[in-house]
């Protein structure tokens, strides 16, 4: 008799693993399923606000490449401003080993993994999804769609106009024996609409540059990255390149409909200012597998929820994160020289993103200095 899961889960990433690990932690049959080989490669800087760590209850310490305390800004390599942080250091993670580690946690629990298998169609059947594979079909009470930016499940959904910023990055991965810096590096300067970065790992630098403003231009990204890894004495030569789109949050969104809900970057939840996607991505997972949960104790409108919560908990922080990247990237030079004369507007930021504040605490005084300093 073919099993029926509670829930299946269609990607391997972190929307996936945290969903099938709180799902599978209530006692729920998971199946994950993932098209790659895990453990799996993904183009990432791979900063991540340890603050996540409240969210589980194992240690996350065996994923972790290294931690830090301390964020570098330049402006064109000039102008460098150091920021302390305090409360909760950024773990740098290389996702291969951190999202294996999430998965690894639901197996744990009970979750089945099954990796090499591509989804090829989706289809409802009564009161349960019917998933084929390349390898064989399975089938779930509900499915939730993780599958990332490139993935096809939001469409085969109904999802067909999302809101959503479209933006793209290029990074190079940089190996480098005994490697010691542990700082994490930000310039805002080279690259239009958006910013280069330079993030250690225990055995080397993930350089990397993204165009995140809704309105940018062509630019030569490997040029722009290799003219800033000169701060640094670091050569391409080696390096491993990878380019990938992000889709940026433009908008709250349903993000559910019959037995089903998206999650991760498949539900755009990824941060229009900063582009930060790790942690918004657990935090929809985990949201996801409380839905699924409720819908299993037959609340109605469990999914339903699930959406209003995205857009309660995520959509208001992210609708304050768009305003600010409105202004900031129109106006990225003087955007800078606001926060050189004012450090503690860097302090503030790194507080958001390390899960300490939120953008509704400053986002109004924030576009009001710059706004201030445009009249001048």
Known sequence: MTKIFDCIIVGAGPAGGTAAYHLSKKGHSVLVLEKASLPR??????????????????????AISLKTNAVYLTYNKKNAIQVDIKNYPIWMVKRDIFDHFLVQQAQQNGAKVQDNTEVTGIE????????????????????????????????????????????????FEIPIE??????????????????????????????GAGAFGEKRKAQNFKNIIRDYGTMFKLDLATATESGHPIFLWNGDQKLHTQNAVLAGEAACVVDPFTAEGIRPSIFSGMKAAEAIDKALANQM????????????????????????AQVFWRFQKLGYQVVL?????I??????????????????????????????
């Not at 908990?313 to 304050?320: A, F, L, R, T, V």
């Not at 004369?341 to 507007?345: D, H, M, V």
Request: negative net charge.
């Open 178 to 207: 005994n490697q010691t810096d542990i700082n994490i590096y930000f310039e805002l300067g080279l690259a239009h609409s958006g910013y280069v970065w330079n993030f250690p790992k225990a055995d080397g630098f993930s350089l």
């Open 341 to 345: 004369q004012r450090p503690s507007a």
């Open 347 to 376: 302090a503030t930021m790194t507080r958001i993103f390390s899960g300490e504040l939120q953008y509704s605490n400053l986002v109004n005084r924030a576009i009001s200095l710059l706004e201030s300093s445009l009249t001048f």
């Open 41 to 62: 490669s993904k183009p990432c800087g791979g900063g991540v606000s340890s603050v996540i760590q409240e969210w589980f209850d194992f240690d996350f310490s065996p």
């Open 124 to 171: 409802f059947k009564s009161d349960r999804w019917l998933i084929n594979t390349n390898q064989e079909s399975f089938t779930g009470h509900y499915l939730i769609a993780a599958d990332g930016s490139k993935g096809k499940m939001s469409k085969w959904l109904g999802f067909q106009q999302q809101k959503k910023i479209v933006a793209g990055a290029l990074e």
């Open 301 to 324: 409108d469990a999914l339903e929820q699930y959406s209003e919560t995205i857009t309660q908990e995520w959509g208001k922080e992210m609708s304050s994160a768009k305003r600010l």
